[in-house]
């Protein structure tokens, strides 16, 4: 029995949630921080398995990584981004909602 896959077309799809979140804690070293960072771009940067890598997070990947670390990604910002407005973040109804605002 095979324990991986020998398929070289194989291709995925990565979602990390608050891919960040390291960052924020304290008991996190600054080593750990830079051994994550190493096995981010280990994983992801120019692997030809990785069709798409969903990362959300509260600040740009530009503040953690130094030069080309994890340069290959493409950010928005959801704050700015109105285009994106319709598929991310609350409806009008829904703050009113969850500020128990009167309609």
């Known amino acids: 029995m095979e324990l ?3 398929d070289d077309s194989a291709r995925f799809i990565f979602v990390l949630d608050e891919w ?5 804690q304290d008991f996190i070293s ?24 969903y990362m959300t997070g509260i600040l740009p990947i530009a503040k953690y990584s130094s030069g080309s ?15 994106f407005s319709e598929y991310f973040g609350f409806t009008e109804r829904e703050v009113k909602i969850g500020c128990d605002v009167p309609f």
């Open 4 to 6: 991986y896959s020998t």
């Open 20 to 24: 960040d979140y390291i960052f924020h």
């Open 30 to 53: 600054d080593d750990e921080k830079r051994k994550y960072l190493s096995f981010l771009r280990n994983l992801l940067k120019d692997r030809p398995y990785v069709l798409l890598a």
């Open 69 to 83: 670390e994890l340069n290959m990604f493409s950010e928005f910002t959801l704050a700015s981004e109105e285009r």
